[in-house]
């Protein structure tokens, strides 16, 4: 027989048994395990990849470096005699300037958005618990935390930020 259940109306004890707050009873529903689960990997990638680079550095040549410290050195210092204008104001084209670079980062925010928001659809059964609630069988299961959207999202934020690329 299924039961209704909210946020906060479910618990884990006794090591991780999903259970009925009120009656310390052991309850199920697939879906939201499954979902927990999932989630569970996602957060813990999110925090194991704090720290670390995933972006390809760039090596340093050596025979560039001979060549730039030739350059050095055999560059003649020029005496300036007459100073060069100093370059008109160009607030238009700054603003213009200024207005592409917003534009293009808006598109690339939009379309990161979009890619997390696909992601997290696999998720929406967290939050469907958590907005509404759900029905839960009485079967024993375990998880080691019960997560909430706002841990997903935030780690589905850092995970996919790299993996998209």
């Known amino acids: 027989m299924s039961k209704f259940f909210k946020k906060g109306e479910v618990v884990l004890l006794n090591g991780g048994y999903v259970s009925a707050k009120a009656t310390k009873k052991p309850i199920n529903n697939a879906e939201f395990i499954a979902a927990q689960r999932e989630a569970e990997f ?32 055999s560059a003649t210092v020029t005496t300036e005699f007459v100073s060069a204008p100093a370059a008109p104001k160009a607030t238009l084209t700054d603003k213009l300037r200024k207005e592409a670079l917003a534009f293009t980062a808006h598109a690339k925010e939009a379309e990161e958005a979009e890619f997390v928001n696909s992601k997290l659809q696999a998720f929406n059964v967290i939050n469907e618990f958590e907005n509404h609630g759900l029905f839960f069988k009485s079967d024993v299961t375990k998880l080691n935390r019960i997560y909430t959207m706002d841990e997903v999202v935030a780690a589905a934020k850092t995970v996919y930020a790299v993996l998209k690329d």
Request: net charge negative; glycine share 4%.
């Open 42 to 73: 996602l957060v813990t990638l999110a925090a194991n990849m704090a720290g670390k680079n995933f972006s390809a550095l760039v090596v340093d040549s050596i025979s560039d470096l001979v060549a730039e410290t030739r350059a050095q050195l």
